[in-house]
Nanobody, 124 residues
Framework: QVQLVESGGGLVQAGGSLRLSCAAS????????MGWFRQAPGKEREFVAA????????YYADSVKGRFTISRDNAKNTVYLQMNSLKPEDTAVYYC?????????????????WGQGTQVTVSS
């Protein structure tokens, strides 16, 4: 089982940027796809982005495409989410997830682990 710890959340003005990090420990990080999800108050958790084990294949929700970038550094056992041009509707708790397969997309539900979440608040 892999343990995940997110960091990098905070308060930012609309139009600003944040970079989230998710540090993994435990099983072999580089063998599995990773993803970012978010949950706003009163809403269900939703898919944001995913990246394959190699970092070659990425998927994004339409709402963040062109503004967010997911990446990973397998040498550091870390996955990142660079968030630019932030909007108030991006406000949510952001969660990192480890999949149980090498490639995973928006419809994949093969999760192995979840992080505890990090709050992102975008003010207008």
């Amino acid at each position: 089982q892999v343990q995940l710890v997110e960091s990098g959340g905070g308060l930012v003005q609309a139009g600003g940027s944040l970079r989230l990090s998710c540090a993994a420990s435990g099983r072999t990080f580089s063998s599995y796809a990773m993803g970012w999800f978010r949950q706003a108050p009163g809403k269900e958790r939703e898919f944001v982005a995913a990246i394959s084990w190699s970092g070659i294949t990425t998927y994004y929700a339409d709402s963040v495409k062109g503004r967010f970038t997911i990446s990973r550094d397998n040498a550091k056992n870390t996955v990142y989410l660079q968030m630019n041009s932030l909007k108030p509707e991006d406000t949510a708790v952001y969660y990192c997830a480890a999949y149980t397969k090498k490639v995973a997309g928006p419809d994949s539900a093969d999760f192995g682990s979840w992080g505890q979440g990090t709050q992102v608040t975008v003010s207008s």
